[in-house]
C-alpha cells in the first residue's frame, strides 16, 4: 500500500517534480477540478494513470500544457482554434485538434487516436508544467465511474492507496470539469460542456456549436452511467418522497422538503457559477446522509447550467451498464 501524503500547494513543487520525474503519478489541484496527473510522453507513468482510476484504456486523456508553445508542439492549430485558444487559454476550455505524428505524447494517451485534448490550466498545474517542461496526461482524479473530486480530501479518500502525493490548494473554484470542443473542418462540435458556457464559446467564434453527441465513439466518456453516487437520483423533483435528501436550487420549492433526510442547497440565490463550484461536494454529501435517493430540483439550462444538468443527468442514468468511464 502506498502511503498518501498532502501537501499545501506552496510546499509541493520540489516533490511533485522529483515524482513526475520518476514516473509516478500525483493529483494537483486545477481550477476546475482535481487531476491525477502523470509525464504524458513516459508510457510507464500514463498505464499508472489507467490503473489507479480502474479507467478503460480505449478512454483517452487530456494533455494539460504550459503555453501555447508547448501547445503547438503536440497539436494542429487551425485559425479557429489559435482564436480560441487565445481568449479562453488559460482556463476551463479542451480543445481536440489533430494530433502532430511527432508530438512525443505517448500513444496511450491518445487510446490510438489521430486527434488530441489540449487544455492550459490555470494555478498550481501551469508552473508545474512549465518546470518539467513536458505536458502532463490528466484525467479528473476519481475512479472511473465515481464522482470528480474538488478537495485534496476527495481524493485521498478515493484513491489514497494508489498515489504517493495530493497537492492541496483547497476547493477547486470552477468545480466542473473543462468544456471539450472538437474543431474539425472550420466547424465546432461540442463533446462536452463544462466550465466554459458554450454561449460563450459562440460569441467568440461567431459561429454556431454543433451540439449534437451522438455517435460520438470517440469520447466513449460522453455515454451512460457517469458521475454515479451510492444513492438513485431523481431529478426535476417537485415534492421531496419518504426517505429522501434534497438537493435545493434558488429559493426551496420542493413541496414536503421539511422531511427530506438532509438538505443542501447549490445556490440559495440561484447564481449557476455558486452552484457549479458546489455540485460534486454536495451530492457526495448528501449520499453520505444514508438517504437512498436524492431528489434534486429543477436547474435552468442556459449558461454553466448546461454542464450542472449534463453531469446531474449522468448522476441519474441507469446503472446497469457497464461503467462508462473518467
Ligand atoms: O477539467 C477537466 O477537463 C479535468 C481536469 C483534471 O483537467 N479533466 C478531465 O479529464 O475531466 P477526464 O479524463 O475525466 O475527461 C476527459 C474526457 C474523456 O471523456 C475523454 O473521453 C475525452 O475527454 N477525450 C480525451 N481525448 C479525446 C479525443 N482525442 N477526442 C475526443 N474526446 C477525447
Ligand atoms: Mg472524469
Redesign the pocket.
Given at each position: 500500500m502506498t502511503i498518501c501524503e498532502i501537501l499545501p500547494a506552496a510546499d509541493a513543487q520540489a516533490p511533485a517534480l522529483a515524482l513526475l520525474r520518476a514516473g509516478e503519478v500525483i493529483a494537483i489541484p486545477?481550477e476546475?477540478?482535481?487531476?491525477?496527473a502523470g509525464d504524458a510522453t513516459n508510457g510507464v507513468a500514463v498505464a499508472r494513470i489507467f490503473e489507479a482510476k480502474g479507467r478503460p484504456r480505449f478512454?483517452?486523456?487530456?494533455a494539460?500544457v504550459a503555453d501555447m508553445s508547448m501547445a503547438e508542439s503536440i497539436g494542429i492549430f487551425d485559425p479557429l482554434s489559435r482564436k480560441l485558444a487565445d481568449a479562453f487559454w488559460p482556463g476551463?476550455l479542451?480543445l481536440?485538434v489533430p494530433l502532430r505524428p511527432d508530438a512525443g505524447i505517448h500513444p496511450l494517451v491518445?487510446?490510438g487516436?489521430s486527434?488530441?485534448?489540449l487544455?492550459m490550466?490555470r494555478g498550481f498545474g501551469a508552473g508545474l508544467i512549465s518546470a518539467l517542461g513536458r505536458p502532463l496526461a490528466?484525467?479528473?482524479?476519481n475512479s472511473s465511474g465515481k464522482i470528480?473530486a474538488t478537495s485534496a480530501e476527495a481524493v485521498r479518500a478515493d484513491l489514497g492507496e494508489k498515489i504517493p502525493l495530493v497537492v492541496d490548494a483547497g476547493a477547486t473554484p470552477v468545480g466542473?470539469?473543462?468544456t471539450?470542443l472538437?474543431v474539425e473542418d472550420g466547424g465546432l462540435r461540442l463533446?462536452?460542456p463544462?466550465?466554459v458556457p458554450a454561449e460563450e464559446i459562440e460569441r467568440v467564434a461567431g459561429r454556431p456549436i454543433n451540439r449534437n453527441r451522438a455517435g460520438?465513439v470517440?469520447?466513449?466518456?460522453?455515454l451512460a452511467s457517469h458521475y454515479a453516487p451510492g444513492a438513485a437520483v431523481r431529478l426535476d423533483a417537485v415534492e421531496v418522497r419518504p426517505g429522501e435528501a434534497l438537493l435545493a436550487f434558488g429559493p426551496v420549492r420542493a413541496k414536503g422538503a421539511g422531511k427530506a433526510l438532509a438538505i443542501l442547497n447549490l445556490s440559495d440565490r440561484g447564481d449557476l457559477r455558486e452552484a457549479a463550484t458546489n455540485l460534486f461536494s454536495y451530492l457526495k454529501s448528501l449520499d453520505a446522509s444514508g438517504a437512498k435517493v436524492i431528489a434534486v430540483e429543477p436547474i435552468p439550462t442556459a449558461g454553466l447550467g448546461e454542464a450542472i444538468n449534463d453531469r446531474l443527468s449522468r448522476a441519474a442514468a441507469p446503472r446497469d451498464m457497464p461503467p462508462a468511464?473518467?
Amino acid at each position: 500500500m502506498t502511503i498518501c501524503e498532502i501537501l499545501p500547494a506552496a510546499d509541493a513543487q520540489a516533490p511533485a517534480l522529483a515524482l513526475l520525474r520518476a514516473g509516478e503519478v500525483i493529483a494537483i489541484p486545477t481550477e476546475t477540478v482535481y487531476g491525477l496527473a502523470g509525464d504524458a510522453t513516459n508510457g510507464v507513468a500514463v498505464a499508472r494513470i489507467f490503473e489507479a482510476k480502474g479507467r478503460p484504456r480505449f478512454n483517452p486523456l487530456i494533455a494539460h500544457v504550459a503555453d501555447m508553445s508547448m501547445a503547438e508542439s503536440i497539436g494542429i492549430f487551425d485559425p479557429l482554434s489559435r482564436k480560441l485558444a487565445d481568449a479562453f487559454w488559460p482556463g476551463p476550455l479542451t480543445l481536440v485538434v489533430p494530433l502532430r505524428p511527432d508530438a512525443g505524447i505517448h500513444p496511450l494517451v491518445t487510446a490510438g487516436l489521430s486527434t488530441i485534448a489540449l487544455r492550459m490550466p490555470r494555478g498550481f498545474g501551469a508552473g508545474l508544467i512549465s518546470a518539467l517542461g513536458r505536458p502532463l496526461a490528466a484525467p479528473s482524479a476519481n475512479s472511473s465511474g465515481k464522482i470528480s473530486a474538488t478537495s485534496a480530501e476527495a481524493v485521498r479518500a478515493d484513491l489514497g492507496e494508489k498515489i504517493p502525493l495530493v497537492v492541496d490548494a483547497g476547493a477547486t473554484p470552477v468545480g466542473l470539469e473543462s468544456t471539450i470542443l472538437k474543431v474539425e473542418d472550420g466547424g465546432l462540435r461540442l463533446l462536452r460542456p463544462g466550465g466554459v458556457p458554450a454561449e460563450e464559446i459562440e460569441r467568440v467564434a461567431g459561429r454556431p456549436i454543433n451540439r449534437n453527441r451522438a455517435g460520438n465513439v470517440e469520447a466513449p466518456g460522453m455515454l451512460a452511467s457517469h458521475y454515479a453516487p451510492g444513492a438513485a437520483v431523481r431529478l426535476d423533483a417537485v415534492e421531496v418522497r419518504p426517505g429522501e435528501a434534497l438537493l435545493a436550487f434558488g429559493p426551496v420549492r420542493a413541496k414536503g422538503a421539511g422531511k427530506a433526510l438532509a438538505i443542501l442547497n447549490l445556490s440559495d440565490r440561484g447564481d449557476l457559477r455558486e452552484a457549479a463550484t458546489n455540485l460534486f461536494s454536495y451530492l457526495k454529501s448528501l449520499d453520505a446522509s444514508g438517504a437512498k435517493v436524492i431528489a434534486v430540483e429543477p436547474i435552468p439550462t442556459a449558461g454553466l447550467g448546461e454542464a450542472i444538468n449534463d453531469r446531474l443527468s449522468r448522476a441519474a442514468a441507469p446503472r446497469d451498464m457497464p461503467p462508462a468511464q473518467s
